[in-house]
């Protein structure tokens, strides 16, 4: 049992370049999301869906772009890069319903940085 | 806005009680949470306490909340080197169904 697994690890984008992170679950959890990690800051929520084929926007959503296909991936993807976009991505799911007692489980993110 | 506070450093000797405080703005949180995240790894949960709820024990965990005060801890009794990790407070704004806000975070060091 996977859980949530994220790829790549890893990455290193020139400033304008657009790429993929990767976000898949075998949970078969309903909601799933995506947030973001900045030292001094905690996490932040950049968008989140709660189905297959049905996504919505969290507090920090410029610049990213998501799509749910199935209920197990949930890609987000870079547009055109920018430095302040470098930072943490964790993915994130839960059953769905109420958030209740499990809450989130999380990947264990991509570190990627922006030059 | 919802938000939550969390002191930054915590450090404290091997065997000794460590206190994590956290402050919350949003009465309609149901569920509050703690997790952990080790050096290079994603958030763990580590207890949850439901809103209604004064105390929770888990093993070398307890969670107090007040909730007239907004006030949230976690206290890990007998703290080991392994419990040196970085410890959020989250909660679910407005009793969402899927938003999590999180607190910066508490980098707790245990000194053997």
């Known amino acids: 049992n996977a859980g949530v697994t994220q790829t790549p690890k890893f990455q290193v984008l020139k400033t304008g370049q657009s790429m993929t992170l990767q976000c898949a679950q075998d949970?078969?959890?309903?909601?799933m999301s995506w947030y973001r990690q900045d030292p001094g800051m905690g996490l932040r929520l950049i968008h989140y869906?709660?189905?297959?084929?049905?996504?919505d926007q969290g507090e920090v959503p410029n610049g990213y772009n998501v799509s749910r296909s199935t209920t197990e991936d949930f890609p987000l993807r870079l547009l055109s890069a920018a430095p302040s976009q470098t930072s943490v991505y964790f993915c994130a799911s839960h059953r769905g319903g109420s958030l209740g007692v499990y809450g989130y489980t999380f990947g264990s993110g991509t570190r990627l940085t922006v030059v | 806005g919802e938000d939550v506070e969390q002191s930054l450093f915590l450090s404290v000797r091997e065997g000794d009680s460590s206190v994590i405080n956290c402050t919350y703005t949003d009465s309609s949180s149901t569920y509050l949470y703690w997790y952990k995240q080790e050096p290079g790894a994603g958030l763990q949960l580590l207890t949850y306490?439901?809103?209604?709820?004064d105390m929770k024990q888990d093993q070398r965990l307890t969670v107090l909340l007040n909730k007239k005060d907004k006030h949230l801890s976690l206290r890990i009794a007998d703290t080991q080197t392994g419990d040196s990790a970085i410890y959020f407070c989250a909660e679910n704004s407005g009793g969402s169904n899927y938003k999590l806000t999180f607190g910066k975070g508490t980098l707790l060091t245990v000194n053997p």
């Open positions: 306490i439901f809103s209604n709820m």
């Open positions: 949970m078969n959890h309903e909601y």
């Open positions: 869906s709660v189905g297959a084929g049905i996504t």
